[in-house]
C-alpha cells in the first residue's frame, strides 16, 4: 500500500451537530498520531470540484469540539455525477465532472478522502471508491435513518434539542388546557420524534413508521380528558402518515438530488383537530431547523471521537471504500456499496412497529394514532 500522507476531508448534504466535532477528531488523530497532512475542501464535492480547499491545523479545529455546523460548510445540491454546468447557450445541463474531482484529488497529493455525510453523499463516495479514489465514510445524519450503524452523530444533540421544546410545551399546554402539535424533522423516519416525544412525556407521538387517525388521536385527548389531564402535546415527524398514507410536502427543491421537502402536518392537523375537539384550543409548532443548529451534545461529543479515531485507523490500515459504524459499543466498519444499496433500496434504519421501544411506549399509555 502507497504510504498515507495527506488525506482531505469534505461534508454534504444537511448540516448536523457533531461534523465539526468528527473534523477536529479526525484532524487531531491524523496529525498528532499518524503525521499526516490534512486538508478540507469547503461546500462539499462543490469544494473539490471547483478545488477550493483549506489547510486543517490544530489551531483551526482545538475549539469546534463543541461548535455545531461545519467549518467547511456543506451542500446537499452538488453530485459531481450529475452536475449543473453552463450549456454553452446560456442555460445549464446536468453532466458528469466527476473526473475533475479525480484529478484534483491527484493534482492536491490526497491520498484519501474522508466523506462525512449521509445516504446522498455516502453515495458519490461511493461512486468515487468506484473510480479508484481511497475514500472512507463517517455516517452523519441527525435523522439516525442509515441502516449499517446504530446511531449516527447528529441524532441525540437534535433529540435533545426537540426534547426541550416538548418539555417547554407541555407547562403551557397544561395551563391552557390546550392541545399543542409540535413537529420534528426526521424525513421518513421516526426516531427524532419517537425519541423526543417519550423523554418529554408527550401523549401522542406520530410518527411515519406508523399511519394514525384523526379519530384516534381524537379518542386519546378525550381519554386524558376523563381522567382529569385536559392537554396534551403531540409530537408529530414531518414525515407522519394518515392511514390512507398521504403525507404533508411542504416545498420542492427543484436543484436538489432529493427534491422533496416534508414540512406542515403540524399546522395541517392543527386546523382539523380545531373542528373535531371543540372544547380545547388547539395550536402548533414546528421548530425546523433549530433542532439542526446550536451546540454538540455531549453524546455525540463522544461519538465524534469514537467514529473520528475510527475512521484514521481504517485509513492506516488502507481499508478503503468503506464507512465507520458503531454497533453495540463496538466500532467497525461496513462497505460503501452494501450501505448504499440498503439505503437505495429502501432498507433504511426505520422504527420498528412492533419492536420493543413502541410496546414500551403503549405500555406507558402513549398513543400512536393507530388505536
Ligand atoms: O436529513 C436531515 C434533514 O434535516 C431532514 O430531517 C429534513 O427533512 C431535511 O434535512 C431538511 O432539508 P433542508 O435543510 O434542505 O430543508
Redesign the pocket.
Known amino acids: 500500500m502507497k504510504e498515507i500522507k495527506k488525506i482531505a476531508l469534505l461534508s454534504g448534504?444537511?448540516d448536523?451537530p457533531g461534523l465539526n466535532a468528527v473534523i477536529r477528531t479526525i484532524t487531531k488523530t491524523a496529525i498528532e498520531k499518524f503525521g499526516w497532512e490534512v486538508i478540507g475542501y469547503v461546500f462539499g464535492y462543490r469544494g473539490l470540484y471547483t478545488n477550493n480547499y483549506i489547510d486543517l491545523t490544530l489551531d483551526k479545529v482545538e475549539d469546534i469540539y463543541k461548535e455545531g455546523g461545519t467549518i467547511l460548510y456543506s451542500s446537499?445540491k452538488d453530485n459531481l455525477f450529475d452536475y449543473l454546468v453552463d450549456d454553452g447557450k446560456g442555460g445549464k445541463v446536468k453532466k458528469d465532472v466527476s473526473d475533475v474531482g479525480v484529478e484534483n484529488l491527484k493534482k492536491d497529493g490526497v491520498d484519501c478522502l474522508v466523506v462525512l455525510g449521509?445516504d446522498g453523499t455516502l453515495t458519490s463516495a461511493r461512486d468515487f471508491s468506484r473510480k479508484g479514489v481511497n475514500v472512507i465514510g463517517v455516517p452523519k445524519?441527525?435523522?439516525n435513518d442509515l441502516s449499517c450503524t446504530d446511531v449516527t452523530y447528529g441524532f441525540m444533540s437534535a433529540m435533545s434539542v426537540g426534547t426541550e421544546f416538548i418539555d417547554r410545551l407541555q407547562t403551557t399546554a397544561k395551563s391552557h388546557h390546550r392541545v399543542i402539535l409540535c413537529e420534528l424533522?426526521?424525513?421518513d423516519a421516526g426516531w427524532?420524534t419517537l425519541y423526543a416525544g417519550l423523554a418529554g412525556n408527550a401523549a401522542i407521538c406520530l410518527i411515519p413508521e406508523i399511519p394514525f387517525t384523526l379519530e384516534n388521536i381524537v379518542k386519546c385527548v378525550k381519554e386524558r380528558d376523563a381522567k382529569g389531564l385536559p392537554y396534551t402535546v403531540i409530537a408529530v415527524s414531518?414525515?407522519a402518515k394518515y392511514a390512507d398514507g398521504t403525507k404533508v410536502i411542504g416545498k420542492i427543491?427543484e436543484d436538489?438530488p432529493d427534491p422533496i421537502?416534508?414540512?406542515g402536518i403540524a399546522k395541517q392537523l392543527e386546523g382539523q383537530l380545531e373542528k373535531l375537539i371543540p372544547n380545547h384550543e388547539v395550536r402548533s409548532v414546528n421548530p425546523g431547523?433549530i433542532i439542526?443548529g446550536g451546540d454538540i451534545g455531549a453524546y455525540d461529543r463522544i461519538l465524534s471521537i469514537r467514529y473520528g479515531v475510527s475512521a484514521c485507523e481504517l485509513i492506516n490500515e488502507g481499508k478503503f471504500g468503506n464507512v465507520v459504524t458503531i454497533n453495540g459499543d463496538k466500532m467497525g466498519y461496513t462497505s460503501l456499496e452494501e450501505v448504499i444499496g440498503a439505503a437505495k433500496f429502501g432498507r433504511q434504519k426505520h422504527v420498528d412497529p412492533n419492536g420493543e421501544l413502541v410496546r414500551d411506549a403503549k405500555a406507558i399509555g402513549v398513543c400512536f394514532g393507530d388505536e
Open positions: 448534504g444537511g448536523c446537499n449521509g445524519t441527525m435523522d424533522m426526521g424525513r427524532i414531518e414525515g427543491v436538489s421537502r416534508l414540512g431547523h439542526r
